[in-house]
């Protein structure tokens, strides 16, 4: 390949080899250096300089090595250890980037930003995620609330085993991602997780903005999920309603209690998507719907009304197990409320 002279990108007039130049100029190259200096000549034969003795040198590029890595993680292991908190595993998260829960905020709820979370372990195990009991307090203070922090695995968690009807009626907003999503790949199904997290936050602000009984979701970061913690102040989870044996009234009681919450979903077009004895909490005697990741939308899915007859029946099953009558737990009745509060034709 021929190489370009720099010296043809002056004009005549300025070209110190010209005619007019080498006489007028002395044939010196100061006007050719000031080429480049102003911004004349190619950009290729600008970039090509020395460095001066004063300039440091760029750093070593290529991958680190794992020498490197290794050293690189302990110093930000060591800055986090010197920034954290006296007591307890990490600074409150309330001014962390993220969404937060519907105001006006609860009275129970700490939100200052003195404030310490310390880890109790795990309340539930589930295939998906795993909570975790946190107590959120001011330290030297009486100011303390007790949290239920939900956190999704990383992309080789076994996630559900239907997901795809689940994800059926949502969408991602590229096509790169639609695709990903279909074809399971790994960024496809680190996609599927971080949509369990953020449709679980979502659904569960929309409900309990609608008056539904659901925890009051307190803050989503990434993958983690902090919500209210459903039980007692010393930390005693409340029961799943599995758990339970109710006498006769409690039962009824519990069964108008679920009606009127599955009646509430289906007047904002949804069904839970995995209702059992299982995803209910019982809490002095109030039922407490949980497990809202996948939450069907009765109008987009095309899946959604079995779903929601799937959901009807199981529960059904179990309260007539416990000793209602089959008249009143009536799975045919019951899906029929809740298709015409979501305005679906049956």
């Known amino acids: 390949m021929r190489k370009r002279n720099p010296r043809r990108y002056l004009s005549t007039d300025n070209n110190p080899t010209s005619d007019h130049g080498s006489a007028e100029h002395g044939g010196d190259d100061e006007l050719w250096y000031d080429a480049f200096d102003d911004g004349v000549a190619p950009v290729s034969a600008r970039m090509r300089r020395r460095r001066s003795d004063d300039e440091p040198a760029p750093r070593a590029r290529g991958r680190m090595t794992e020498e490197a890595r290794a050293r690189l993680a302990k110093e930000r292991e060591d800055v986090a250890i010197a920034d954290g908190p006296p007591t307890g595993y990490r600074w409150t998260t309330w001014d962390d980037a993220g969404s937060r829960g519907p105001e006006p905020y609860p009275d129970w709820l700490v939100t200052d930003l003195a404030a310490v979370d310390t880890e109790f372990g795990i309340l539930k195990t589930g295939k998906e995620a795993d909570v975790f009991l946190i107590e959120r307090g001011v330290p030297d203070t009486e100011a303390r609330c007790l949290l239920a922090s939900k956190r999704y695995r990383s992309a080789d968690h076994r996630l559900f ?72 102040e010393d930390g005693t989870a409340a029961p799943r309603l599995a758990q339970l044996r109710p006498d006769p009234d409690q039962l009824a009681e519990l069964w108008q209690q679920l009606v009127e919450a599955m009646v509430l979903l289906g007047r904002r077009g949804y069904t839970h998507g995995d209702l059992s004895a299982y995803n209910l909490l019982v809490h002095q005697g109030e039922l407490v719907l949980i497990d809202l990741p996948q939450l069907v939308d009765l109008v987009t899915n095309p899946q959604g009304r079995g779903f929601l007859e799937r959901d009807t029946r199981r529960i059904c099953e179990w309260f007539v197990d416990r000793g209602l009558p089959a008249t009143v737990a009536d799975p045919v009745e019951v899906v029929a409320m809740v298709l015409d509060e979501a305005g679906v034709s049956t």
């Open 161 to 232: 085993h239907r997901d795809a009807g689940y994800l059926e009626g949502r969408r991602a907003r590229k096509s790169r991602e639609q695709r990903a999503i279909a074809n399971r790949t790994d960024f496809g199904r680190n996609l599927i997780a971080q949509q369990w997290a953020i449709t679980e936050f979502a659904a569960l602000l929309e409900l309990w903005e609608a008056g539904a009984p659901v925890p009051y979701p307190v803050q989503h970061l990434g993958t983690e999920l902090l919500m209210e913690f459903v039980g007692d």
